[in-house]
């Protein structure tokens, strides 16, 4: 009977397919571990795609979502920290000038003047705030500030009550001024009367910030404010009781007017409380979305790890034989 071997280079040949083959392996699992993927996701998807492409269309308009709700929360939150650091410059200056108005005390109504003055100052600052390149309180048009400076709105004001003899007179042109129609449409306010767009902030969701700063609670703050600066620039100098008397309505126009800023905090603050709902169900939503596309792409780590162990041990094996085999010769195999 003949024995039939196989011959050296017949056995060297295995030896190198056999190292390949182990190598690929090895490599193939380390990547997968450090990945935590599979390598083949046809055969993870039984050659299916629709599913898993279905899951990342999905997480894609989530972080869209996500995203435009981050975005437009901090405009909410920016317009939120005007409104409020407004009003309590408006409550306190409110104080000051109806304190004045009752003792009549030169020195209070001059004090109580230039904190008006500095406050109408704070409280356009304050207004226009910026996020990123966005003016928050100019509605649609975000590239363009909301407010002109200070003095140009003032001195318009100086000139349109020079003629002006009593508070009451006072009172009327700069309500006129800020009020529908006025000077404030054309020469103060610079924005837009439209509010932003809607922004979508989920799937089914849109929010939008409505507040501008030609809203009335606005306006009725600003014009409470600028009575008592043009005190600060010398509205009836010498005449105590005018003084105080315009101090006093000045006062009243800011405590109304701080009534209807609140209302416009409360739809912002609506809107902020929409933007957070809408974030925790759109994370909620994508932790589901990936959790099912890890349920398809990533590897069983515990598995793999035997698997990559099982390779080790091949390997070594491998070598080991392929050591021996090439220390082999006829003396020894004899």
Do not use: C, H
């Not at 529908?180 to 849109?206: A, F, N």
Request: hydrophobic fraction near 40%; charge should be negative; avoid cysteine.
């Amino acid at each position: 009977m003949s024995i039939q071997g196989v011959g050296d280079l017949g056995q060297s040949y295995q030896l190198r397919r056999d190292n390949a083959r182990l190598m690929e392996s090895f490599q193939t699992l380390s990547d997968e571990l450090s990945s935590g993927k599979r390598s083949d996701l046809g055969r993870g998807v039984s050659g299916d795609f629709g599913p898993l492409i279905g899951i990342e269309r999905g997480l894609q308009a989530v972080d869209a979502y996500q995203t435009s709700a981050t975005e437009t929360g901090m405009l909410a939150e920016a317009a939120q920290a005007a409104l409020e650091f407004v009003s309590g410059t408006a409550t306190d200056i409110s104080s000051s000038l109806l304190l004045a108005n009752e003792d009549f005390d030169p020195t209070l109504v001059d004090a109580g003047a230039r904190s008006a003055a500095r406050g109408f100052e704070d409280a356009v600052s304050a207004l226009s705030v910026r996020v990123g390149d966005r003016s928050v309180f100019s509605g649609v048009a975000t590239d363009t500030a909301p407010l002109a400076d200070t003095e140009t709105m003032l001195s318009e004001l100086d000139a349109l009550i020079a003629g002006e003899t009593t508070a009451a007179g006072v009172e009327a042109v700069v309500a006129a001024w800020f009020g529908p129609g006025g000077g404030y449409e054309t020469t103060g306010y610079l924005g837009d009367t439209m509010p932003m767009s809607d922004v979508p902030i989920s799937e089914d969701e849109k929010v939008t910030l409505e507040v501008t700063a030609a809203d009335q609670g606005i306006r009725d703050t600003l014009a409470g404010l600028a009575m008592g600066a043009l005190l600060d620039r010398g509205l009836f100098a010498g005449d105590t009781d005018a003084r105080g008397e315009m101090a006093g309505i000045a006062g009243n126009r800011l405590l109304e007017a701080n009534y209807d800023l609140t209302d416009t905090r409360a739809k912002v603050g609506s809107a902020e409380e929409r933007i957070e709902s809408a974030k925790t169900r759109n994370a909620a939503e994508e932790d589901a979305l990936e959790l099912a596309r890890n349920e398809i792409v990533a590897i069983d780590e515990y598995e793999a790890a035997q698997s990559l162990q099982e390779i080790e041990t091949q390997l070594e094996t491998l070598y080991t034989l392929t050591s021996r085999l090439s220390r082999l010769n006829l003396t020894a195999f004899l």
